[in-house]
């Protein structure tokens, strides 16, 4: 059967506006041209209330912090890096020059004279455990991360993490003494982490923002997953955790090249929610809105504009297909979590020894980093990052209430006691559309109620501070 449908896009915009002001929906079938149209775009359905949704615009202050992310410094950065020889996790910790000990120790002290503008905000620590035998890992082994924690001046129990792994390896994954360059995998990601905390080191972020340099990544996730458990062991309120892993090029093994463009991956349901959530989840149609995925959504709409020079191209995937990240540690400690990744990989400068072979470069090379591109990816890092520190908390317990079979939208959630904040947003979206396109005001309120049919279209709290910032969505469930 061939559907019918008035869809409000397809309109001449003066009617459309019409429409909205009159708040008189007319008749679709009354009409009704008789073509068929495609219902699954931004603008369907009509609604009565709100407005197209207008991106967070960077103000003056982020504008200065992202220009002052400095490609010279990456540069400078991952050449210091490649110089250890090899970063691999097995490798010596003593010698001053080569291995992953000297990586750690030099980029401990790089982030402690960043940390010297800070005014006492932001500290150094390089926590780390001794990793027993395991698959990939022959000899207990220590690992080690570098952690710069910048202490939020209002909201400092909010959280905010960012890492790159400073470990890398070559063909073998237990060749810890061969030269493994790791320029791009992942020198860049650390240099980002590093160049972020210099930046930020001379601001006061309203939230507590952690930048990390994690090992043991090519090994299995060490070095993050003892970093998401440790803060997970103490409850602490981690609200997003960006992963910058192969951060360094935009060319591909075709020659395929988009430098203005970054993946940003983002797992649908969470594996850590209880089968009954998972249940419902499906029921509701809300397999598209994990918090990860909001946490992308957000991300793409501070963050791709004049002011990073780029676009986020957002995967609904937990990675790329034989590959891994430690953005999946903090999903399994329970927090919203995504990877950045170039979006044209060429896989012979990965996980490679440095060899030609029929006329072929192999290896991690620096040769094949572009500093610019990094460099734009560190701003998109430190765009969402700053938005989201300055931006209320998540919006919890929303709910849906689906008891009453009406045309309505009943949302309920729980009022934030911070007193920077001005009110709620509620967003909405096609439920075919992957970003939200649709907002209204509704004050400082715990409740509302939208002549907007609760069926059709995919909803979305979010806070507004007095600053005008605002919070990543919350998707909500029904009440019972
Ligand atoms: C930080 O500042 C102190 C005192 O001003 C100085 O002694 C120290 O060398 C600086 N550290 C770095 C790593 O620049
Ligand atoms: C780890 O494995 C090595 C052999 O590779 C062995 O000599 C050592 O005893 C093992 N250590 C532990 C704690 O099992
Ligand atoms: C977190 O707590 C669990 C359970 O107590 C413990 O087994 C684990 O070692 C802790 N992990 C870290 C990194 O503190
Ligand atoms: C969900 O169900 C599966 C299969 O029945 C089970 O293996 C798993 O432990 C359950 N998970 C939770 C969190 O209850
Ligand atoms: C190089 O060529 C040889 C001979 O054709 C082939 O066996 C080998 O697999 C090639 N190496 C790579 C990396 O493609
Ligand atoms: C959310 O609801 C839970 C369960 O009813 C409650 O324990 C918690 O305090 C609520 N959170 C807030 C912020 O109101
Ligand atoms: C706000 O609520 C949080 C969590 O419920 C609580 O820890 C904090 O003390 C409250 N702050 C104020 C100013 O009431
Ligand atoms: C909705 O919010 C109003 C205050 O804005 C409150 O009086 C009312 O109890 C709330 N209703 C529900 C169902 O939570
Ligand atoms: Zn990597």
Redesign the pocket.
């Known amino acids: 059967m061939l559907l019918r449908t008035l869809c409000l896009g397809q309109l001449p915009l003066a009617f459309a506006n019409e429409l909205l002001l009159s708040r008189e929906l007319p008749d679709p079938i009354a009409i009704n041209n008789g073509d068929y149209t495609d219902c699954a775009n931004a603008a369907w359905p009509p609604s009565e209330v709100g407005v197209e949704l207008v991106p967070q615009a960077p103000d003056d202050e982020l504008r200065a912090m992202v220009s002052e992310v400095d490609p010279k410094r990456i540069e400078a950065i991952i050449e210091k890096l490649v110089s250890f020889g090899t970063r691999h996790t097995l490798s010596t910790q003593t010698d001053p020059n080569r291995g992953i000990g000297a990586a750690r120790d030099w980029i401990a002290s790089e982030m402690r004279g960043y940390a010297n503008a800070s005014e006492g905000r932001m500290t150094v620590t390089v926590p780390g455990y001794i990793q ?2 395991a698959s990939r ?4 082994v220590k690992i080690s991360n570098v952690v710069a924690t910048i202490k939020g001046s209002v909201t400092p129990e909010k959280v905010y993490v960012i890492t790159g792994h400073y470990d890398n390896r070559v063909t073998d994954v237990l060749d810890y003494t061969s030269d493994a360059p790791g320029a791009n995998d992942d020198a860049s990601g650390t240099a980002i982490a590093m160049e972020l905390s210099r930046v930020l080191a001379k601001r006061k972020p309203r939230s507590t923002i952690m930048l990390g340099a994690v090992a043991g990544e090519e090994q299995n996730l060490y070095g993050s997953n003892f970093f998401a458990q440790t803060l997970k062991n103490a409850s602490v309120n981690v609200e997003g955790m960006l992963n910058n892993d192969i951060v360094g090029s935009s060319t591909g093994d075709r020659g395929q090249r988009d430098p203005y463009t970054i993946r940003a991956f983002a797992q649908g349901p969470p594996l850590t929610e209880s089968n009954v959530t998972a249940a419902r989840r499906l029921q509701i149609g809300g397999e598209n809105d994990s918090p990860a995925r909001e946490l992308a959504r957000f991300s793409a709409e501070v963050a791709a504009n004049d002011a990073t020079g780029m676009n986020i191209a957002i995967i609904y995937r937990l990675d790329r297909f034989l590959r891994g990240g430690d953005h999946s540690s903090f999903l399994q400690a329970g927090y919203p979590a995504i990877r950045f990744t170039e979006p044209n990989e060429n896989f012979n400068h990965q996980h490679q020894d440095i060899r030609v072979e029929n006329g072929t470069q192999y290896g991690d090379l620096i040769e094949f980093v572009d500093f610019d591109f990094t460099a734009r990816v560190g701003k998109v890092n430190l765009a969402t990052l700053w938005s989201l520190s300055e931006a209320p908390g998540l919006v919890r317990n929303v709910t849906i209430d689906t008891t009453a079979l009406d045309n309505n939208c009943r949302l309920s959630w729980a009022v934030s006691n911070d007193s920077d904040l001005e009110g709620y947003e509620v967003v909405w979206r096609s439920t075919t559309a992957s970003l939200w396109t649709y907002q209204v005001e509704v004050g400082k309120v715990g409740n509302v109620t939208l002549p907007l049919s609760k069926d059709n279209v995919i909803f979305g709290v979010r806070a507004v501070g007095k600053n005008g910032y605002k919070s990543p969505a919350t998707y909500p469930f029904p009440a019972v």
């Not at 890992?137 to 207990?140: A, G, N, Q, S, V």
């Open positions: 027993g035998n890992i022959p000899f207990p």
